[in-house]
């Protein structure tokens, strides 16, 4: 029934069994060899020092957190980064042992003791945060230091540390009890942008700040700087490590970009058609009557709705995949459901596969079409696929 070569591989976090998702109304398809391959490119490309953490924050883009962070590790990449504390948790009680960086702000006693006890490692952007943590721990009578990054804001104006005070800050911390240095790292606000004057200016702030650092005689163990689009476009801002989500997932931080890496689309949105109809000339189709026949036509309908996360702002604007054919979607998308515009493939049965994102045959509809039409970044079409699809590995 399934086009592709599959061996059906469910992550352990989903809740149908290897047999249920078979019987799905719709479901998120991972391809791990994708993904492998993806990790490869960039390993190939990075230089051999150069370490490489797969951001895995979001469920992993939404493609489940576990899978990928398991096979993202065996196959180069040797760090993960997350924004949470319980997105941490999740990854080690899989039993996934790599350094694992929190990339978002952490402050609280029950976040610093589960940072403390599940080997998670914090980003501290501030004296004041980096105090708390020191304070903390003492009080919990945690022996051993555990290990923290230092953010420096260069022009992201998000969490860090106003770069001119980087000695000040790290002299502070490195004073501080309980607490090690690991790495000092900022991130980039324009690195996909045609024009790399904003991205070089960041790039000189985080020299700044590493030789104001190295001026009080401290050695910075690690420094990163680089996601995706960085790290596609400018080699010169590698330095001990980048920090990759996007490319990971095999799309590509901006058109310019496209063609630096051979990466291929990890994830694929699939449904199936539940029911097919003929409707006459004029009959309304979905909520608000939106689309009206113009002639007799052939209609399916397909189990995935906005609840499921296809954006009901694309109604009227998307077309699906069926038998490695285009066809339009018609009338608003409902919570649950969708339909189809069939009339060109009269031999469509109900049960059929409909691939919303992916490859069938020569055609091809990726998340950046998505984001394209809803003026947003494909980053958000992602992350927006709900828990009720089950993600399907496919190796
Ligand atoms: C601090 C940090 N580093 C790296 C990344 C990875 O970004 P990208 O997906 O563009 O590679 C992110 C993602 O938002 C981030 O917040």
Known sequence: MLSRKQTPHVPENQQC??????????????????????????????????????????????HGSVTVAQTVL?????????????????????????????????????????????????????????LIFSDTLEAIKFTSPIPVHIKL?????????????????????????????????????????????VMMQQHQRFSEAIAQI??????????????????????GLHYDMVRVGLAIYGLSPALHLRSRLDLKPVLQLKARVTHIKTIAAGTGVSYGHQFIAPHEMRLAVVGIGYADGVPRNLSGKM??????????????????????????????QEGEIVTLLGEEAKEEISA????????????????????????????
């Open 17 to 62: 069994d290897t047999y249920a998702w078979f019987s799905q109304r719709a479901w998120v398809e991972i391809d791990l060899g994708a993904l492998s391959h993806n990790v490869h490119q960039l390993r190939n490309f990075l230089s051999p020092h150069t370490e490489l953490m797969a951001v895995v924050k979001a469920d992993a883009y939404g």
């Open 74 to 130: 065996q196959s180069g990449a040797s760090w993960l980064g997350v924004a949470t504390v319980p997105e941490g948790i999740q990854l080690r009680e899989a039993g996934i042992k790599a350094p694992i960086l929190i990339l978002g702000a952490t402050h609280t006693l029950e976040q610093i003791h589960a940072i403390a006890h599940w080997k998670l490692q914090p980003t501290l952007s501030s004296p004041k945060q980096a």
């Open 153 to 197: 804001d260069t022009g992201m104006s998000r969490l860090g540390t106003n770069w001119q005070q980087a000695g000040e800050f790290v002299q502070l911390v490195q004073r501080l009890p309980h607490l090690e240095i690991k790495s000092i790292y900022s991130h980039l606000a324009t690195a996909d942008s045609l024009d790399p004057e």
């Open 214 to 235: 190295k001026a009080l005689g401290i050695e910075p163990p690690c420094l990163h700087l680089a996601n995706s689009a960085a790290t596609l476009a400018a080699p």
């Open 319 to 348: 077309q699906a995949l069926i038998q490695g054919r285009r066809v339009p979607q018609i009338g608003a998308i409902t919570m649950d459901q969708l339909m189809l515009d069939v009339s060109t493939l009269p031999n469509i």
């Open 368 to 395: 950046d079409d998505w984001a394209k039409q809803l003026n947003t970044i494909s980053w958000e079409i992602l992350c927006g696929f709900k828990h009720r699809l089950p993600r399907v590995g496919v190796i």
